[in-house]
């Protein structure tokens, strides 16, 4: 049973582009980001609106193939592929673009797509235990701050950037109070369907309409659960997804889960809980309180990335989940070889198994990741 | 007294085995191009030896990559499940199994309940499976079955390529430079034992393995396995059959559990 609050969530992406046309219409200034640790925020406090650009889908990879090498990550060449072929309609009526150096293969490719947009490029630091990490995220944060300013002519205060830090925090929170629903057994919502709130999230900036229909959304799979109504079986087995970012488009293995009769209770990854399970400090100076929070993303580029072992650790255990399911992209080096740390960590610590599944956004391996998946839960 | 079938439709061949829970007989047959088709047809020949009706057959089960074909199976189970259940029925004390299959190798730990463990596939390419023994055969002639007495004195040339395609063509160049066709032989079983070595080590085996799969037939490939892993390898009658015979066994467990 499907909530029908749903539907909205479903058009969230479509009407997105038109709002974002509407936007520039009115002359509101654009900035697009890709990653979880881009302090988006900032965007906000500078009177802009931040948006997602499109990342997950197989079709402009070929155009992006005509620059960028094959043996590539699907994400990067997605990305490239989308904003180069104008098939994104966020990144054209982006003004500027917040990039950051996280993997390789991104940063490479940043340095390609500056050609075609305007970019700050924040620098992340890879070691997580580097001694100047705090400084130096807060350096990075006032260089994105005056980058805003000069460029959208704008000035960032402490007061607002504090006021939208607020607003942020309450729709973390109750995006958080969404996905705890599915501590419940069997689930309310289905895992591809919380992905289509998290991850639509990016491309709806009227943030009041979006809470809303959150808040309505909640009430309504809380009613549901009360007649018995479920998105998936009592017989199901409670799964985790972690690993490289699922977003809408490639669902494949999501899907395969799910039709195979498991119940995916919640996503770890960035297009999950990533970027609302932490919120932002409201009592320290609010600059600093955004290095704060975003230097901690739990990110397989920082190494050593124990908070995401941390996390994985409370989540399973908060979750009452079964197995864990990694989904990993070809040629993602830093998630793929965490793949092993990871597995280790839930087979020693809480004698959980976990499954890898390595693919790409073509749908070549849907029966090799069916039989996976199939054995998997069978094993459960 | 009660029957079940087990139904493996794989790539290459599609297996069927006929279980009353003490004995169990099987059919082979080659899958061709129509999945359901085999499967019908090796249903129809374990019933016609045995003098058995359709409604004689409490539970029929499929498995292998034919397994999603609608409407003519009762239950299904992934293959890996299937050839676990076949496995420990077989050899209870088994660690394991390895199965080498026309279009994929599977290597598999179980645990002592006899359940799957971990495992790890290759299915995404002909890399160390019957395919890519049967390509490379092919081009210098042979017959997959010949492969192992071939192979028995030689000593082994290198191959590195264990893409099915490259592995082609370098096996034409090592012709060209007059290699004999054994030592090439024994090269390819080499480079499959230690393909599939690496994918044992992940699953760190302490005990018997089962192996098996049609490429399991082949002696020589199971020596250098056997030393490549540094376990003892146990290649059952009809090594084939294991999935269908595991899926005949669950299908059995489930009319058991119904009464």
């Known amino acids: 049973m499907r909530a029908q609050t749903m539907a909205y969530f479903d058009q969230l992406i479509p009407s997105g582009m038109l709002l974002a046309k509407e936007a520039k219409e009115q002359g509101r200034n654009i900035v697009g980001y890709y990653c979880v640790f881009s302090p988006i925020e900032l965007i906000e406090a500078a009177g802009a609106i931040p948006v997602g650009l499109c990342a997950t889908k197989q079709e402009p990879i070929a155009e992006a193939e005509k620059v960028l090498p094959r043996n590539l990550c699907p994400l990067v060449k997605s990305s490239y592929g989308f904003a180069v072929s104008g098939k994104c309609p966020f990144f054209h009526f982006s003004d500027l673009v917040l990039a950051e150096t996280t993997c390789d293969g991104k940063k490479k490719m940043y340095e390609l797509l500056a050609e075609h947009k305007p970019m700050i490029v924040l620098d992340i630091p890879n070691s997580s235990n580097f001694e100047d990490n705090q400084e130096h995220w807060i350096k990075q944060v006032y260089r994105a701050k005056a980058y805003f300013e000069k460029n959208l002519g704008t000035e960032i205060t402490e007061e607002k950037l504090a006021d939208v830090i607020k607003i942020y925090n309450e729709e973390r929170k109750l995006l958080m109070e969404l996905v705890s629903l599915n501590k419940q057994h069997p689930t309310p919502i289905s895992g591809t369907d919380l992905l289509k709130v998290m991850w639509g999230r990016s491309f709806q900036f009227k943030r009041d309409e979006f809470t809303a229909k959150v808040k309505e959304l909640i009430a309504e799979l809380k009613d549901m659960a009360a007649r018995g109504e479920s998105a998936s079986q009592v017989s199901s087995k409670r799964i985790l997804v972690t690993g490289c970012p699922t977003g809408v488009g490639q669902e494949k293995v999501m899907r395969i889960i799910e039709e195979s009769g498991g119940a995916i209770v919640l996503q770890e990854s960035c297009s999950g809980i990533k970027a609302f399970v932490d919120l932002v400090s409201e009592e320290m100076d609010p600059f600093e309180a955004l290095a704060d929070k975003y230097s901690k993303t739990p990110c397989s580029c920082v190494s050593p990335n124990k908070r995401r072992l941390e996390l994985l650790s409370r989540l399973v255990e908060e979750y009452r989940i079964d197995g864990v399911v990694d989904i990993t992209l070809q040629a993602c080096h830093t998630y793929n070889i965490e793949s092993y740390s990871v597995k280790e960590h839930l087979k020693k610590k809480h004698n959980l198994p976990l499954l890898q599944v390595e693919t790409d956004y073509s749908d070549a391996d849907s029966q090799q990741i069916k039989l996976r998946v199939d054995a998997f839960l069978e094993m459960l | ?259």
Request: net charge neutral; with cysteine.
């Open chain 2, 1 to 259: 007294m009660k029957w079940s079938i087990g139904i493996d439709i794989g790539s290459v061949s599609t297996k069927g085995v006929l279980y009353n829970g003490q004995v169990w007989h099987s059919e082979v047959i080659s899958t061709g191009w129509s999945p359901s088709q085999a499967g019908k047809e090796v249903l129809e020949r374990l019933l016609l030896t045995h003098g058995l009706t359709r409604d004689q057959i409490q539970i029929v089960v499929g498995t292998g990559y034919g397994r999603i074909q609608e409407g003519m199976f009762d239950k299904t189970f992934s293959e890996i499940t299937c050839h676990a259940r076949g496995s420990s029925y077989l050899l209870p004390e088994a660690c394991g199994f390895i199965d080498i299959g026309g279009q994929d190798s599977k290597v598999v730990a179980l645990a002592k309940t006899g359940k799957v463990r971990d495992f790890v596939l290759n299915d995404k390419c002909a890399a160390g499976t019957g395919r890519f023994l049967q390509v490379t055969a092919q081009t210098m002639g042979l017959e997959v079955s010949q492969l192992s007495d071939l192979a028995r004195e030689a000593n082994s040339v290198a191959i590195n390529s264990m893409c099915a395609v490259f592995a082609e063509s370098e096996v034409i160049g090592l012709l060209a430079q007059g290699i004999s066709k054994s030592c090439i032989i024994a090269g390819l079983l080499q480079s499959i034992a230690k393909r599939i070595g690496v994918m044992a080590g992940k699953l760190n085996f302490q005990g018997c393995i089962i192996f098996c799969g049609g490429v399991a037939q082949n002696q020589v490939l199971k020596g250098l396995l056997s030393k490549e892993i540094g376990c003892k390898l146990f290649v059952p009658p009809k090594p084939q059959s294991i999935g269908a015979l595991g899926a005949a066994i669950l299908g059995y467990d489930l009319i058991k559990e119904e009464e």
